[in-house]
């Protein structure tokens, strides 16, 4: 377990933890993770009309699902050039925040996480292919893998090179890598980057993560699954749309080049749950339990003391029954089960694959800005596809300006 001695002049790290230099965050609350962390936490959220209506029961009308889109950045956008400006702008707040040079990101590798085909291919099963014949039914459902696959494909090939190529930051194609999944998925962007961190494969890593529930046919499959929550359906979440971006490094990288060390990161773990949100079976807690509890062992005993957990509850009755579950098994366990729990759909909607990299930037700005009152946070994070993820964020205790410590936004 990592100690920080209150007294300590530096930082209690050593060279090979990893820490954050940098991040960069989009989200409905604004153009910049110090903006839309400070107005998160002061409670305030932004609501916008969507372009899919549900029905009011009292008003016996259709009217607009109510989201957390953007403003202005991302109308008009859809498909790979919407996440194009929602990367953009994150990676620009990112820049200006680190004060990194495009020079420096020359050497770094690029890990992006971005969303999966759960909900399409959920939709598919449920309000598709009972209208096909038996014998059309796999020839449908194979041609919609072969759609899904080529859009991925396309964000694979050419997200990355044409974002990085606006900052003018220069990499080779063997730095890009794409991952795809639900919130979960960011843990295991975690665990890559520190095995290439930790084996000096390169000198630091740029974590991202982009989504968008907002518009389009993505908007229209949650209405038709019911996953969206409106005056009729109580039970769901409201969407969201939102990108962030971490650039982390070794310590001993990070303070030979002079960076300011934000707070440190690790100990990920990820693990499966089998109830799915479409499996038709209640969840037990088991997945989320086994990642939280791998966390915990991969930072060493003793477990260190956990009053503050940010996750992703959003208003769903599955995850909440999951997570209840999870509670349970912490206590059995022995472990920390009564902490303060932050959610990021609270003040951003559901974020998909953003929400990872948004919650850790919400609890570095907590130790930055002195209101964690923890030294350590636990983040975890369900997918709705059953992959669960969990690592910690560390305060580092000394800093050069503690001035900033004394503020509460």
């Not at 090939?157 to 190529?165: F, S």
């Not at 059953?386 to 910690?392: S, T, V």
Request: aromatic content about 8%; proline content about 5%; hydrophobic content about 40%.
């Amino acid at each position: 377990m990592l100690q920080f001695p209150q007294a300590a002049r530096e930082p209690a790290l050593s060279p090979d933890d990893l820490v954050i230099t940098a991040m960069g965050m989009v989200s409905s609350l604004g153009p910049g993770v110090v903006q839309g962390c400070a107005a998160a936490r002061g409670g305030l959220t932004r609501w916008a009309e969507l372009d899919v209506d549900a029905m009011d029961d009292d008003e016996l009308r259709s009217v607009p699902l109510r989201g957390h889109a953007i403003q202005g950045l991302t109308n008009g956008f859809a498909g790979m050039a919407r996440f194009l400006r929602l990367g953009d702008a994150a990676l620009l707040d990112m820049l200006a925040y680190g004060a990194s040079a495009p020079d420096f990101l020359s050497g770094a590798h690029f890990l992006l996480h971005l969303p999966d085909d759960t909900y399409d291919e959920a939709h598919f099963e449920r309000m598709e292919q009972p209208f096909y014949s038996a014998g059309e039914r796999d020839k449908a459902r194979r041609l919609r893998s072969e759609e899904r696959a080529a859009f991925r494909g396309k964000l694979a090939r050419r997200l990355l090179p044409e974002l990085l190529a606006l900052h003018g930051i220069r990499t080779s194609a063997a730095a890009h890598h794409c991952s795809f999944g639900g919130p979960a998925g960011f843990a295991t962007c975690l665990l890559e980057a520190e095995r290439l961190l930790r084996s000096r494969a390169t000198k630091c890593c740029v974590l991202g993560g982009i989504d968008s529930l907002v518009a389009g046919d993505t908007l229209r499959t949650l209405q038709e699954l019911g996953l969206l929550q409106h005056g009729h359906n109580p039970d769901g979440f409201f969407p969201g749309e939102g990108a962030a971006f971490l650039c982390i490094e070794r310590f001993e990288t990070a303070r030979a080049r002079g960076a300011r060390v934000e707070a440190w990161v690790g100990a990920a773990a990820h693990a499966r749950e089998e109830a799915s949100r479409f499996s038709g079976r209640p969840p037990t807690g088991a997945g989320l339990f086994q990642a939280i509890h791998a966390a915990y062992r991969r930072l060493g005993p003793p477990a260190p003391t956990v009053n503050l957990a940010i996750g992703n509850l959003n208003g769903s009755s599955h995850r909440a029954n999951d997570f209840a579950n999870t509670l349970v098994r912490l206590g059995q366990a022995g472990l920390p089960r009564d902490f303060r729990q932050w959610s990021t759909a609270t003040s951003f909607g559901e974020l998909g694959a953003a929400t990872g990299a948004v919650a850790t930037c919400l609890g570095v700005r907590a130790f930055v800005r002195g209101y964690a009152n923890a030294p350590h946070v636990l983040v975890w994070l369900e997918s709705d596809g059953g992959d669960r993820g969990a690592f910690f964020l560390g305060d580092v205790p000394s800093r050069e300006d503690s001035s900033r410590r004394r503020g509460h936004a």
